[in-house]
C-alpha cells in the first residue's frame, strides 16, 4: 500500500504533511510491503530497473516431461545508469561500513548489498526485524533476498543475522557460481 493525500485524506481525514513525504521516502509511515513485494523491489535495483516475475523453481517435472520456467519481465524502468550506482554503493556501504546497519552479512570474497529495517507493530514488544538485499552486487547479482522476523527486533543485527546464514549455506552448495 502506497500512501497518498488522498488516501490519508479519506483514512484519516487528515492533511498530507511534509513529515509524511520524509518518512515514506525511507519506507516508513503507511507504507505497507510483503516481504515479496520488497524482495522484486530489489530485485529491480540489482537488474538496474528490470525486475521479473519471481518464481520458486526453475522448471517442474511431470514424469519424463521437463518443464522449464522462463523469465517474465514484470516490470523495467529507465532511471540514468547513475541512479542504480549511487544506490548499489550507498547498500554495499551498510555492509562492508564499520557503522553499517548490516554489517552482520560480511563475508569474505563476497560483496553484498543490503539495508536493514525495523517497523513498529502495536501487537508486539519489539519491532519487526527486516533485512533485504542482494548479491553479488560488484558484478551482475544472481540472488536476491528478504528477511522478515515479527516482533524480533533490531533489524540488521536480528534480520541480518538470519539473512548471513542464507548467504553461508548458499555459498556452501554453489560458491564456483558467484565466482
Known amino acids: 500500500m502506497l500512501p497518498s493525500e488522498k488516501w490519508k485524506k479519506k483514512r484519516f481525514k ?3 504533511f511534509k513529515g509524511d513525504t520524509i518518512i515514506l521516502s525511507i519506507g516508513q509511515g503507511y507504507l505497507l510491503a ?6 522484486v523491489s530489489y530485485m529491480g535495483l540489482a537488474n538496474r530497473g528490470k525486475a521479473y516475475v519471481p518464481h520458486v523453481v526453475d522448471y517442474m517435472e511431470n514424469g519424463s516431461e521437463k518443464v522449464e520456467i522462463k523469465p517474465e519481465v514484470l516490470y523495467e524502468t529507465n532511471y540514468p545508469s547513475w541512479y542504480y550506482d549511487v ?3 550507498a547498500l554495499i556501504n551498510t555492509v562492508e561500513k564499520d557503522n553499517g546497519t548490516t554489517k552482520a552479512l560480511r563475508t569474505p570474497g563476497l560483496v553484498i548489498g543490503a539495508k ?4 513498529q507493530n502495536s501487537r508486539f514488544d519489539e519491532t519487526h526485524a527486516l533485512v533485504a538485499g542482494y ?4 558484478k551482475q547479482p544472481k540472488i536476491v533476498f528478504t528477511v522478515l522476523l515479527e516482533g524480533a527486533g533490531g533489524g540488521g543485527r536480528v534480520a541480518g543475522g538470519v539473512a548471513k546464514k542464507f548467504v553461508d549455506k548458499y555459498l556452501e552448495y554453489y560458491n564456483e557460481e558467484m565466482k
Open 14 to 16: 487528515q492533511g498530507w
Open 34 to 39: 510483503t516481504p515479496m513485494q520488497v524482495a
Open 87 to 89: 544506490l548499489n554503493k
Open 116 to 119: 536493514s529495517g525495523s517497523s
Open 135 to 138: 548479491f553479488p552486487a560488484d
